[in-house]
């Protein structure tokens, strides 16, 4: 509903032709969880290139394929006047190697993001936006199992980004940092809270990226996890990325994902794809 | 006595040496490699629909010198300032944040045809971003 408000608005306007007047590649990628970032974690930027008085639009779809699943995701997120973005997302992990009556996780992501102050490029303050995520878990047999507490959840991030000029031995450095207020297991795919922990929990992500030139960035992410379900161990992320934006319209981002212990096995790490395209 | 001499130095060093640093300057080719940057962010302008229009009534011959002027003074080159402020020569064009990116676009896009290497454009960029708040919204 949020979102065809949005677009309504967003449509009725005649600048969303024009919704180009941010500088490449500062739209990011679009996150696991549907928000504009990197690829485990949100960035403070908003999606798309719209600046004050424009819209942004991104629509993506990204696949990550670990040792023994295969998480796909697709989703889209809408800006405006490079102050508010609305996201949703919808992930699918698929465990048919598990041999279990369900063969996925799925979850459905609606998130808000607002930009608080500041400027990822200009000004004297780094941008700080924050983030709220809406998570509601589909099939909730095998999570119920193992022992988490809710199929639904919400949780809370404030990120702050920079774009530091030259900041790199003279070249653009992307410092990204924030943190989590959550309680969602394997983002919340195993449902929400658990036996061994039923609180939300502050945890920090981080990000940091070198751009070789407007369009090839480099970079690495981190991003602490809760570990609340007893039956089996969650680990932190994180990856290595090469990221390719050769218009405002696309931006492809290949990455070596490290996702640990997932429900039970171990190294789940693998190679990460995601094509976001930009309106 | 060589305390006072020791002293005598140091200040001239000072005095001689206004915190110049060319070496920008000198990376961007100095007033030539300059000019064929600022032209070539002009052609870019021309063919840039998204702001154009703002130099609809502008000479350009007068405002490549202008340009090439001020990114001498910029990047440490043997220039003088003249003319107004940036607050302004800006002041009632109410140039949006949209229209200073699609410059530094431009601009960007000029340096990368004359082969300017990037942490070298990134300096340049560096010293232009805080001018910002000078340019918009005015």
């Keep these: 509903m949020k979102h065809t408000l949005a677009v309504l608005f967003c449509s009725a306007l005649p600048l969303l032709a024009a919704a180009d007047g941010r500088l490449l590649a500062t739209g990011g990628a ?13 960035w403070a930027v908003l999606a798309g290139y719209g600046e004050a008085g424009e819209c942004g639009a991104t629509a993506f779809a990204t696949r990550v394929d670990s040792q023994d699943y295969r998480l796909d995701v697709t989703g889209a997120a809408l800006a405006w006047d490079n102050r508010v973005e609305l996201s949703f997302a919808r992930q699918r992990l698929d465990i048919s190697s598990l041999h279990l009556p369900d063969s996925s996780l799925n979850q459905d992501i609606f998130g808000l993001k607002v930009r608080l102050f500041g400027d990822l490029l200009y000004d004297q303050l780094p941008q700080v936006s924050l983030g709220v995520q809406h998570k509601q878990q589909q099939n909730f047999l ?126 789940q790490n693998g190679p990460y794809l995601s094509v976001q395209g930009s309106f | 006595m060589r305390r006072v001499w020791l002293i005598g130095l140091l200040l001239s060093a000072c005095s001689s040496m206004p915190a110049r640093d060319v070496s920008l300057y000198q990376s961007l080719g100095e007033q030539a490699g300059l000019t064929r940057i600022v032209e070539g962010m002009l052609l870019n302008i021309a063919k840039d629909p998204r702001i154009v229009g703002h130099f609809a009534n502008v000479d350009i011959t007068l405002l490549r010198d202008k340009l090439v002027q001020q990114l001498c ?66």
């Design chain 1, 30 to 42: 679009s996150s696991l969880e549907g928000a504009a970032g990197g690829g485990i974690t949100p």
């Design chain 1, 142 to 267: 095998i999570p119920e199992l193992v022992g988490a507490r809710r199929d639904q959840d919400t949780e809370a991030y404030v990120q702050a980004s920079r774009l530091l000029l030259g900041g790199a031995f003279g070249y653009n450095l992307l410092l990204n940092g924030g943190v989590r207020y959550s309680r969602a297991n394997q983002l919340g795919l195993l449902g929400f809270g658990g036996d061994a922990n039923d609180q939300h929990e502050v945890l920090a992500e981080a990000s940091l990226a070198v751009l070789f030139n407007p369009r090839w960035v480099l970079g690495v992410e981190y991003r602490q996890k809760p570990d609340n379900l007893g039956f089996a161990q969650e680990n932190d992320w994180s990856d290595v990325f090469v990221g390719y934006f050769p218009n405002k319209h696309l931006a492809l981002v290949l990455a070596w994902a490290q996702l640990g212990d997932i429900a039970g096995q171990s190294n």
């Design chain 2, 73 to 138: 003074v910029e990047t440490g080159g043997p220039c003088q300032r003249s003319g107004d402020s940036m607050e302004e020569v800006h002041k009632g064009l109410k140039l949006t944040r949209s229209d200073f990116n699609a410059l530094v676009e431009d601009l960007i896009a000029a340096m990368e045809t004359q082969g300017v290497p990037v942490p070298v454009q990134n300096r340049l960029l560096a010293r232009l971003a805080p001018m910002r708040g000078q340019i918009i919204e005015r």
